[in-house]
């Protein structure tokens, strides 16, 4: 009976196999370089016909390294001419605007009721005069009516404000009367050359006083509990 070979056959790793294979093209290609090498030392390499023979063993190893030098600086070249990353633009905060002022409710776009729950603004301090009867200030805002009913002003040039003091009979007069007559001396003050106008009773309480916002009068019940 015929001899037959082991089976299976011994088990090789891939791994070594392909490192046999690395050294063994090493040791190939150092025997060839070194073979180049005496090659060219002994001038059996190519070379055009005018470089000297006694120079022979110098034209390749010039040749490598001036092709070496020529990629060092075509890479140095292309280095320098890649544009620069640009950081990227901070934005710039917009400072936000003011909140804008709190719209107060204007005498001409009340309702029903004739009073607003308004803070009310301190009179100025400025002693009120009693108005004679033919004072020429009295006598303009008479025109607009309840010419009885104002018993002394004072004005604050410099504010352009005007401030009427009035007695107790414009207190009986109905929410719409005061109302009335209220827009009438605002629009007379106005043509006398006043910014502001303000309202107060025989005890100094405000009763009145034109919009800080839009246009008419603001009036105040000096009776009703904060």
Request: aromatic fraction near 4%.
């Amino acid at each position: 009976m015929a001899d037959r070979p082991n089976l299976p056959a011994p088990y090789t790793s891939p791994w070594r196999q392909l490192q046999q294979a690395v050294v063994a093209v090493l040791a190939s290609l150092r025997l060839d370089l070194r073979s180049l090498w005496r090659r060219n030392n002994s001038g059996e390499l190519p070379r055009p016909s005018w470089w000297p023979r006694d120079l022979a063993p110098l034209l390749w190893p010039l040749l490598l390294s001036a092709a070496i030098a020529l990629l060092l600086a075509a890479g140095l070249r292309l280095h320098g001419q890649a544009p620069q990353a640009q950081p990227p633009e901070q934005p710039q905060t917009q400072p936000q605007p003011p909140p804008p002022p709190p719209a107060e409710t204007t005498s001409r776009a009340a309702g029903p009721s004739p009073f607003a729950q308004v803070p009310a603004p301190s009179p100025p301090p400025t002693q009120l005069e009693q108005l004679p009867l033919a004072d020429p200030m009295l006598a303009a805002l008479g025109q607009a009516g309840g010419r009885e009913l104002i018993d002394a002003s004072a004005s604050v040039s410099e504010q352009g404000l005007l401030q009427l003091r009035l007695n107790g009979r414009y207190g009986g007069l109905s929410p719409q009367q005061q109302r009335r007559l209220a827009e009438s001396w605002l629009e007379r003050s106005e043509e006398l050359g006043f910014d502001q106008l303000e309202l107060i009773d025989s005890n100094g309480r405000l009763l009145g006083y034109r919009a800080r916002v839009g246009s008419g009068m603001i009036l105040l019940d000096p009776d009703r509990p904060s």
